[in-house]
């Protein structure tokens, strides 16, 4: 009789660890079918803004879209953090771990606010990128009415027609701080949006700066 409760026993472990083995693989296609849904139409906004404008009804019908699907994919995404945890690239995949810090990412400031200490620990336990938590803790900081530390939120400003650096904490050394956590100098950085990195000129335009945002919040 023994003999037969050890055999069960085994049976019912190994069924438990292959029925959590596909558990991970269906967790890892959900977070690449939701990554898709994150991407496909934030991949549109260069194209519809300079054919059609950044005001235009085209745009605000895009907007709306990535709005609705940023709403879906957090509630999907918060279920397997609250569930899982962060789970690692190891586990699920580089590109469905990165997805889940790009859902957080594009979150309201209440679901940021509860998953920053997770994605904290991950980066220690190397499931996470301190590259990406940089921008995660830029974004909490800006919305909680702080400075950003890195550098990486970029706004438009219509009224002058230019992109600019949100506010930022200490801007001569903000590429210290960036290089710590893997991130590139900020002039390569902002060269995307063909903008020019000048820390002298910036401290100049800080006060201007802190005013938009502070409007923006509003």
């Given at each position: 009789?023994?003999?037969w409760?050890?055999?069960?026993g085994?049976?019912?472990?190994?069924?438990?660890?292959?029925?959590?083995?596909k558990?991970?693989?269906a967790?890892?296609q959900?977070?690449?079918?939701?990554?898709?849904?994150?991407?496909?139409?934030r991949?549109?906004?260069?194209?519809?803004?300079?054919?059609?404008?950044?005001?235009?009804p085209e745009?605000?019908?895009?907007?709306?879209?990535?709005?609705?699907n940023?709403?879906?994919?957090?509630?999907?995404?918060?279920?397997?953090?609250?569930?899982?945890?962060?789970?690692?690239?190891?586990?699920?995949?580089?590109?469905?771990?990165?997805?889940?810090?790009?859902?957080?990412?594009?979150?309201?400031l209440?679901?940021?606010?509860?998953?920053?200490?997770?994605?904290?620990?991950?980066?220690?336990?190397?499931?996470?990128?301190?590259?990406?938590?940089?921008?995660?803790?830029?974004?909490?900081?800006?919305?909680?009415?702080?400075?950003?530390?890195?550098?990486?939120?970029i706004?438009?400003d219509?009224?002058?027609?230019?992109?600019?650096?949100?506010?930022l904490?200490?801007?001569?050394?903000?590429d210290?701080?960036?290089?710590?956590?893997?991130?590139?100098?900020?002039?390569?950085?902002?060269?995307?949006?063909?903008m020019?990195?000048?820390?002298?000129?910036?401290?100049?335009?800080?006060?201007?700066?802190?005013?938009?945002?502070?409007?923006k919040?509003?």
């Amino acid at each position: 009789m023994k003999n037969w409760i050890l055999f069960f026993g085994l049976v019912g472990t190994l069924s438990s660890g292959m029925a959590q083995e596909k558990s991970i693989k269906a967790l890892s296609q959900e977070l690449r079918t939701i990554g898709e849904n994150d991407q496909k139409d934030r991949a549109q906004i260069e194209y519809i803004q300079s054919k059609y404008g950044s005001q235009s009804p085209e745009m605000n019908a895009l907007w709306k879209s990535i709005g609705t699907n940023d709403s879906i994919n957090i509630i999907k995404v918060s279920a397997i953090l609250d569930r899982y945890g962060w789970l690692g690239p190891d586990e699920v995949g580089e590109e469905e771990n990165r997805t889940l810090f790009l859902v957080v990412q594009h979150a309201d400031l209440p679901v940021q606010e509860k998953y920053l200490p997770m994605m904290r620990k991950a980066v220690i336990d190397k499931k996470a990128k301190s590259s990406s938590l940089a921008l995660l803790e830029d974004r909490v900081a800006l919305r909680q009415g702080k400075k950003q530390i890195y550098g990486s939120q970029i706004a438009w400003d219509m009224k002058n027609n230019r992109n600019y650096i949100l506010p930022l904490e200490d801007p001569d050394n903000v590429d210290k701080r960036r290089a710590k956590v893997g991130l590139p100098p900020l002039t390569e950085y902002i060269a995307y949006w063909n903008m020019k990195w000048d820390p002298e000129q910036y401290k100049k335009d800080l006060p201007e700066i802190e005013k938009m945002q502070q409007l923006k919040m509003k």
